[in-house]
């Protein structure tokens, strides 16, 4: 299909190491797109590397901590070496902590801040320099139900990931003209290295999860793949500050 064809895209994909960010890269590489992708732990990046790259796809990394500027601009200079462009930023690295609000110390807020929401304008105003000036460009933030819905035991999350909902909507706004689209995905819960940590700390949790969704599961990374793909091509070519939801009807019940 000609309106989702994105063979010989250029895209950037944060946190391509494992769960969410991992299943993007990959897909979008089996759609002929040419990744770049980062995290901090390289060993994860040289596995996927190597899938891609056997599997016949162009693949690039780079090391990078997203709470570092330097970092991320040094991930934009090797991308631009590399492939000369940036056509989609997958703004997807992100971290949580499950702990109630009245014993979540400063330092761990500030954290999480700063990778979840600082982490996500910095890329996304790095990377749109580089595309206002192209004029084209898609960047997809990885966002969260908690944008729009408070988790409990995820003060620092839900604030983060609601401030990504906004940052999505004003640069959206900022960049239309430049031909920059703006967007988000908002996952429920998906099975990743992320949710089997808070799994692993919170007893009854997944069971509380699954009978909360009306699909009746987690979704799984690579269901991820779809949206972005839709959001990464000709075919959103008119849907700008949005947020789509994939929560398997989370959303849907009204309690
Ligand atoms: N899993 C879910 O249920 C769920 C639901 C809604 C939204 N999300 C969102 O989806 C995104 C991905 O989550 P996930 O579940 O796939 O998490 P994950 O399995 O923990 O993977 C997170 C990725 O982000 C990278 N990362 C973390 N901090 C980073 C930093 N400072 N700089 C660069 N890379 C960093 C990690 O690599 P390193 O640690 O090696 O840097 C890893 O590759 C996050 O934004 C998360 O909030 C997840």
Do not use: H
Request: proline letters at 2%; a negative charge.
């Amino acid at each position: 299909m000609k309106l989702f064809d994105l063979q010989d895209k250029v895209a950037i994909v944060t946190g391509a190491g494992r769960g969410i960010g991992r299943s993007i890269a990959k897909g979008f590489a089996e759609a002929g797109v040419k990744v770049v992708i980062c995290s901090r732990t390289e060993v994860e990046l040289l596995k996927l590397q190597g899938e891609i790259q056997q599997a016949g796809g162009q693949c690039e990394i780079v090391t990078c901590d997203i709470s570092k500027k330097e970092d991320i601009e040094n991930v934009i200079d090797k991308t631009i070496e590399a492939y000369g462009k940036i056509d989609i930023l997958i703004n997807n690295a992100g971290i949580t902590k499950k702990v109630a609000a009245l014993d979540m110390n400063l330092e761990d807020f500030e954290k999480i801040i700063s990778v979840n929401l600082t982490g996500v304008f910095l890329f996304a105003q790095l990377v749109g320099r580089v595309m206002v000036k192209q004029r084209s460009g898609k960047i997809i933030n990885v966002s969260s139900v908690g944008s729009d819905q408070g988790l409990k035991g995820s003060v620092a999350y839900t604030a983060s990931k609601g401030g990504v909902t906004m940052l999505t909507k004003t640069l959206a706004i900022e960049w239309a003209e430049y031909d920059v689209q703006v967007n988000a995905i908002a996952p429920a819960y998906v099975e990743t290295p992320l949710v089997e940590v808070v799994k692993s700390t919170r007893e009854g949790f997944e069971e509380s999860v699954i009978n909360r969704t009306p699909m009746r599961r987690m979704a799984k990374p690579d269901e991820m793949v779809g949206a972005c793909i839709f959001l990464a091509s000709e075919a959103s070519s008119y849907i700008t500050g949005e947020t789509i939801f994939l929560d398997g009807g989370w959303r849907a019940y009204g309690l």
